[in-house]
């Protein structure tokens, strides 16, 4: 199992960026697929952007061009650095690790899953 914690979330103005962390304990995470979901009241997780062990990306269709993943090995932790933020971005967002390596877009394939960090964007 690995533990996974989300840190970097807060409180930023429309056109802003922000850059979210996943560090990881328990386990090496360089075998891991990791995504990223986020959660707005009210409304279903949302996939936003997910990397293969090897490196290879995968976004949801309204961050692409805006966010972008990446993954340090050496720090066994996963990034997502968010620029042009929206208050449409406004949500929750999670981490979470799949052993099996890839980058699944549905939160069911995902073994384990850090808190939350919340992101609020001001109009």
């Known amino acids: 199992q690995v533990q996974l914690v989300e840190s970097g979330g807060g409180l930023v103005q429309a056109g802003g960026s922000l850059r979210l962390s996943c560090a990881a304990s328990?386990?090496?995470?360089?075998?891991?697929?990791v995504g990223w979901f986020r959660q707005a009241p009210g409304k279903e997780r949302e996939f936003v952007a997910a990397i293969t062990w090897s490196g290879a990306t995968n976004y949801g269709d309204s961050v692409k061009g805006r966010f972008t993943i990446s993954r340090d090995n050496a720090k066994n932790t996963v990034y997502l650095r968010m620029n042009s933020l929206k208050p449409e971005d406004t949500a929750v967002y999670y981490c979470a690790a799949n052993s099996g390596g890839d980058a699944y877009t549905f939160p069911i394939y995902y073994n384990d899953w850090g808190q939350g960090t919340q992101v609020t964007v001001s109009s």
């Open positions: 328990g386990r090496t995470l360089s075998s891991y697929g």
